[in-house]
């Protein structure tokens, strides 16, 4: 099929998406389209990047379609050439021309061990690596410390180097962030900082926690942030909270919730324990099972202890040239144990005994209701199961009525806070632990 292939075509197209996308859309993506020539057959245009063309076939290709031609299979007869100048000149900030990506060598996605806990987290981050500004934008990772969140960066930052070679990445920690601004700032050099953040196609921030109470910084980040966004370049952001609970402006927590955004927990004994022997193995030390069981059980806040844990066990025994066993490991380790109460903790016991303490039926603890006090026994139902049963807070969080992760999160930072300031709920925990433990 033919269809008008003029000069003049392309501007009745332009006028024609000028009034159906916002102005910076329009702005961001199709005015720096170049018509360079058509013939009857074929239309060729010059965009700066491959971005801009990946974005116009996603998403206008059915308009192109009514004003351009098509080849015989019925595919766009486009043919798009990627600007030589942009090519060339890029920016002149010295890293852009030099990208020198330095990333932990160790913190690779194979060194990454999943299981259940972290398994969503990490096919986010391989799948955001693969395709970079095209999935899941931002992608928000949070959890406590130690659990793997600036690995996940890395990861995708090595990914990115080793499998998209042209792409412009960005490590940076939130706090190195700031101190290149104030420096910046000293230089009179902040349009050149910029122009560097905002002509990335990745930028992986570390530890946004540190943006909060930064009033300034949080107004630039959160522009070079939606520059990025507004130009579909992939942002992945690392947290100890989820955005709600970030003391952030509204703008930037609406703009971090809006791709998708993602929790990780402590990973359960078995994902564990094979952590336990993949580090092991790295570093030549032979841990034996029961042994790498054993530490498991009992450090299970903190995977950076695990590892530690590790170290030091291979330290000694190398140097005293000991075998490793469960007994050298308690005595060698025990400072860094966490010991739970040894009987089984079930939801269903904690419901029971919060039910006989707070005076609220099971039923109503597992339901809907927000009158206050039913919703504190709640709160306390589940910031018990969070803290004395080992399974993955989806899994507890379901045993509550099907409520959400985030739920018991929210519920176990809450009571954590209150119990600080309120004797009379310290002693109710304490008698409903003590009625567990029996
Ligand atoms: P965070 O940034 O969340 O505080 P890190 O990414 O620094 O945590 O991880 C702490 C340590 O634990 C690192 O050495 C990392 O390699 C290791 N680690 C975390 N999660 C895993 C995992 N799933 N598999 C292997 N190692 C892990
Ligand atoms: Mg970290």
Not at 160 to 187: C, P, W
Not at 342 to 358: R, Y
Request: proline letters at 3%.
């Amino acid at each position: 099929m033919s269809t008008c292939t003029s000069y003049d075509q392309w501007l009745q197209f332009l006028d024609f998406i000028k009034k159906q996308c916002s102005a910076i859309e329009f702005q961001n993506w199709f005015s720096p389209i170049k018509f360079l020539n058509s013939t009857d057959e074929s239309i060729e245009l010059e965009v700066p990047n491959i971005f801009v063309r990946e974005y116009l076939l996603d998403n206008y290709k059915e308009t192109l379609s009514l004003f351009f031609p098509k080849k015989n299979n019925g595919d766009l007869a486009i043919n798009f050439v990627i600007s030589e100048s942009q090519k060339r000149t890029k920016c002149s900030f010295k890293i852009i021309q030099k990208p020198k990506l330095e990333f932990n060598r160790q913190y690779t996605f194979e060194n990454f061990i999943e299981g259940p806990s972290n398994q969503f987290v990490k096919s986010a981050a391989v799948g955001v690596a693969n395709r970079p500004g095209k999935s899941f934008n931002p992608l928000f990772i949070h959890g406590f410390v130690g659990l793997g969140k600036t690995h996940l960066l890395h990861g995708i930052g090595h990914y990115i180097q080793k499998n998209h070679k042209k792409i412009k990445t960005k490590y940076i920690t939130t706090e190195a962030f700031i101190n290149d601004l104030v420096n910046n700032l000293r230089n009179k050099s902040v349009d050149k900082m910029k122009n560097f953040y905002r002509n990335l196609d990745v930028f992986l921030i570390d530890d946004i926690q540190f943006l909060q109470n930064r009033l300034n910084f949080e107004e630039e980040f959160c522009n070079t942030f939606e520059s990025l966004i507004n130009q579909n370049k992939q942002i992945v952001i690392s947290s100890d909270k989820p955005p709600s609970q970030l003391k952030l402006s509204d703008r930037m927590i609406a703009r971090m919730e809006c791709g998708l955004v993602t929790y990780l927990e402590m990973p359960e004994l078995e994902t564990r324990v094979a952590i336990i022997q993949h580090k092991a193995q790295q570093k030549k030390i032979n841990i034996p099972n029961n042994v790498a069981f054993f530490i498991a059980q009992h450090i299970y806040n903190n995977i950076r202890q695990l590892e530690g844990a590790v170290n030091r066990l291979g330290a000694y025994c190398k140097l005293m040239n000991l075998e490793i066993t469960e007994a050298l490991a308690e005595n060698l380790l025990s400072e860094m144990f966490e010991y739970k109460p040894q009987t089984k903790i079930s939801v269903e016991s904690i419901l029971k005994s919060v039910s006989n303490v707070f005076e609220i039926k099971i039923s109503e603890i597992k339901g809907e209701s927000r009158k206050k006090e039913i919703a504190l026994a709640r709160q306390v139902a589940m910031y018990l199961a969070k803290d004395l049963i080992d399974e993955s807070l989806m899994k507890i969080a379901s045993s509550f009525g099907g409520k959400t992760h985030s739920t018991l999160l929210h519920a176990w930072k809450k009571i954590s806070e209150k119990i600080k300031i309120d004797n009379t709920l310290q002693k109710q925990i304490q008698i409903i632990k003590k009625n567990l433990e029996k």
